[in-house]
Nanobody, 120 residues
Framework: QVQVVESGGGLVQAGGSLKLSCAAS????????MGWFRQAPGKEREFVAA????????FYADSLKGRFTISRDNAKNMVVLQMNSLKPEDTAVYYC?????????????WGQGTQVTVSS
């Protein structure tokens, strides 16, 4: 079992920045990835970014490239999502996820979510 804990959400004005952190614990992660999804009120959950732990290859939603950056801290089994130039439409609950990687990514373990609110 893997425990996933997010931190770092909050309220920020449009144009500002926030950093979300996610720590995974409970087992050794090797052929895994970690990433972020978000869900805004009344909308479906959507992919934000992910990173493959074996080689730190990153993946982003096309609409967020250039504003969001995902990185990892190898020693702490932690990933960080740096969000810049935030917009009101970025308001959502952000969920961290640990995925096992086979032929495709299987998003197995989810955090509780952290609220990000961007005011105009």
């Amino acid at each position: 079992q893997v425990q996933v804990v997010e931190s770092g959400g909050g309220l920020v004005q449009a144009g500002g920045s926030l950093k979300l952190s996610c720590a995974a614990s409970g087992r050794t992660l090797s052929r895994h990835g970690m990433g972020w999804f978000r869900q805004a009120p009344g909308k479906e959950r959507e992919f934000v970014a992910a990173i493959r732990l074996s080689d730190s290859t990153t993946f982003y939603a096309d609409s967020l490239k250039g504003r969001f950056t995902i990185s990892r801290d190898n020693a702490k089994n932690m990933v960080v999502l740096q969000m810049n130039s935030l917009k009101p439409e970025d308001t959502a609950v952000y969920y961290c996820v640990v995925a096992s990687i086979g032929k495709s990514w299987s998003y197995d373990y989810w955090g509780q979510g952290t609220q990000v609110t961007v005011s105009s």
